[in-house]
């Protein structure tokens, strides 16, 4: 087992309460251990049935923890399409950090009437007017061409900070696919 395991949570904020709504324990994946030991392990014939059994185990184990193991962008598709089948949340808009962003994610949340907001690396790519392009690069474009729609935004944050941002409104006519 690894020593550093993800936790994925769902939280409601506002002005007047942050409370958790969900949150899910991402496995740390062991697989590749698993493969190595198996490989190092492995024997030409198996000449004791007890010896064929418990390899046998040993594989059905592997595979269960392979088909068990799911990447934190799916559960958080997972914890959206959840939230969203409950319906306890009409109004509610989605914010996330960039670690889980996805089109899949996106398509969800807009599929559902919904904004969403979400931080992107500046040297990360983003599908632009049908080509991939660094954010940074489209940034630089914006503001030449659509200053209204790319704006620096000061965000005060949970612990009193305030940090500086640069927010696209998805008012574009072709706005960018993560």
Request: glycine content about 6%; overall charge negative.
């Amino acid at each position: 087992m690894g020593r550093f395991q993800t936790v994925v949570t769902a939280v409601i904020a506002n002005r007047q309460l942050i409370d958790g709504i969900d949150g899910q324990i991402q496995e740390p994946s062991v697989c590749k251990e698993e493969e190595a030991d198996l490989k190092a392990t492995v024997q030409a014939s198996y000449e004791q049935m007890d010896q064929a059994q418990t390899r046998l185990w040993e594989l059905l184990h592997h595979r269960e923890h392979r088909l068990g193991y799911k990447k934190r962008t799916d559960i958080v598709v997972e914890m959206v399409a959840q939230l969203e089948e409950e319906g306890k949340f009409p109004q509610a808009d989605y914010a996330f950090d960039n670690g889980v962003l996805t089109l899949e994610l996106t398509r969800l949340i807009e599929s559902k009437g919904k904004h969403w907001v979400s931080e992107g690396e500046s040297s990360r790519h983003i599908l632009w007017q049908d080509q991939w392009q660094r954010v940074d690069e489209v940034a630089t474009a914006l503001r030449q061409t659509h200053p209204e729609s790319f704006r620096r935004v000061q965000v005060r944050c949970r612990n009193g900070e305030t940090k500086e941002f640069w927010a696209l409104t998805s008012d574009l006519t072709d706005p960018p696919r993560f």
